[in-house]
């Protein structure tokens, strides 16, 4: 069949032969669009550009899920550090910045203050379930108990006023000892350093700083 002839078909809606039989009622327009359908929805790359796409989705979650269980897994094998141990760094940390406050180190004072809530909070995550509480737990007791006073002690040094700070660093020791009477360790009482521990940490702020 010429070109011309094709064009005619389409235009007029001749009926098309499929191997010299002829299929009346379907003309080749309805034959192109059909075709054009059934292409668009099998090969459609958008469609199948989203099928990979979920399908990459759907590994990945997976792979996530395996590594996260044997991460808990792993978790549950390590040992927690030891409570008594960890209260031995908050007393270091607690002397350091008796100090640097008195030195009117601000900055250092500061930083101490930051590090001993950050071992407040790894205490309460390793050791949140620990016996000597029970039936309290340590991870609700302990920041309950010991926040608002770390907070007072930097807002002392955020005005940089050695009273301020000697006040709150007062409550902060009282808070300590509350934690330690609720433990049923009141023995473990802490206060004011008398002297510095030996340590190669400068308290005093440097010249120009």
């Keep these: 069949m010429s070109t011309a002839s094709s064009l005619r078909a389409v235009t007029s809606g001749v009926g098309v032969r499929f191997g010299g ?4 009622g379907i003309s080749t327009r309805c034959i192109v669009f ?14 199948v550009g ?17 590594i996260e269980a044997r991460l808990r897994t792993l978790e549950q094998r390590v040992p927690a550090p030891e409570l008594g ?15 640097a406050g008195e030195a009117g180190d601000w900055s250092l004072a500061y930083y101490m203050a930051g590090e001993l809530g950050e071992a407040l909070r790894s205490i309460e995550a390793t050791n949140g379930e620990a016996p000597e509480m029970q039936p309290q737990k340590l991870s609700e007791l302990m920041p309950a108990i010991m926040n608002p006073a770390i907070r007072a002690v930097q807002q ?23 934690c ?15 002297a510095p521990l030996p340590d190669n940490l400068r308290d005093a ?5």
């Design 34 to 47: 059909l075709a054009a359908v059934l292409c668009m929805t099998v090969l459609n790359p958008a469609t």
């Design 85 to 99: 141990q960890q209260m031995l760094g908050l007393q270091i940390r607690h002397d350091r910045l008796w100090w």
């Design 156 to 178: 002392a040094l955020e005005q940089r006023n050695k009273s301020a700070f000697a006040r709150a660093y007062g409550r902060l020791s009282a808070a300590c000892n509350a």
């Design 205 to 209: 702020p440097l010249k120009g700083k």
């Design 50 to 66: 989203a099928s990979e796409a979920k399908q990459r989705s759907d590994n990945q979650a997976a792979k996530s899920a395996s």
């Design 180 to 194: 330690h009477k609720e433990a049923g360790v009141g023995f473990l009482y802490v206060q004011r350093p008398k």
């Design 21 to 24: 039989v002829g299929v009346p």
